[in-house]
T-cell receptor, first 113, second 112 residues
């Protein structure tokens, strides 16, 4: 059975701290790994990774994929209160040629001022 | 840019009632998805559709039906709502290849 596991489930830090969120997966026909940020409503897209070892970066956020060990990390440096959200990891995979996304349960990050 | 639009945003149903959640996208995407999100469970796939006229079951299809009548619209129907279907429902769409999914704003459904 395909599964995506995120850790930790929740995290409380202070502004300025650096955090690392983890995502491991076991899926057949892996195509991509995606990170989303969810505040109160719809998940918003952060990164998509398809190749091992290539870091994707956007401002204070960065992410990398290891396809051999089947995991990805999302780093957030110099955290701000606006980073408080649930961070979702999803794996894109194909079943009988049809593309779908399997989501983890998310990591709830709270950044204190 | 409307993106993915879901209606209604909120709904309260009594057990046994039926309703249809509507989803439309204006990005000319081929694939569309319905997910439900429950506390501590992440997003779980209910049904998906790779193209107009095709649908497939996801992880949790029981109690739901879907309809993809055209490329833009993908509806989710609850024939006889149960309290276990209380959840937030998200519709998403994707263009093709290894690309990201775009989400609607969600429908918060409560079944009493």
């Amino acid at each position: 059975e395909d599964k995506v596991v995120q850790s930790p489930l929740s995290l409380v830090v202070h502004e300025g701290d650096t955090v690392t969120l983890n995502c491991s997966y076991e899926v057949t026909n892996f195509r991509s790994l995606l990170w989303y940020k969810q505040e109160k409503k719809a998940p918003t897209f952060l990164f998509m990774l398809t190749s091992s070892g290539i870091e994707k970066k956007s401002g204070r956020l960065s992410s990398i994929l290891d396809k051999k060990e089947l995991f990805s990390i999302l780093n957030i440096t110099a955290t701000q209160t606006g980073d408080s959200a649930v961070y979702l990891c999803a794996v894109g995979c194909t079943t009988s040629g049809t593309y779908k996304y399997i989501f983890g349960t998310g990591t709830r990050l709270k950044v204190l001022a | 840019n409307a993106g993915v639009t879901q209606t209604p945003k909120f709904q309260v149903l009594k057990t046994g009632q039926s309703m249809t959640l509507q989803c439309a996208q204006d990005m000319n995407h081929n694939s569309m998805y319905w997910y439900r999100q429950d506390p501590g469970m992440g997003l779980r796939l209910i049904y998906y559709s790779a193209s107009e006229g095709t649908t497939d079951k996801g992880e949790v299809p029981n109690g739901y039906n879907v309809s993809r009548l055209n490329k833009r619209e993908f509806s989710l129907r609850l024939e006889s709502a149960a309290p276990s279907q209380t959840s937030v429902y998200f519709c998403a769409s994707r263009s093709g290849g290894s690309t990201e999914a775009f989400f609607g704003q969600g429908t918060r459904l409560t079944v009493v």
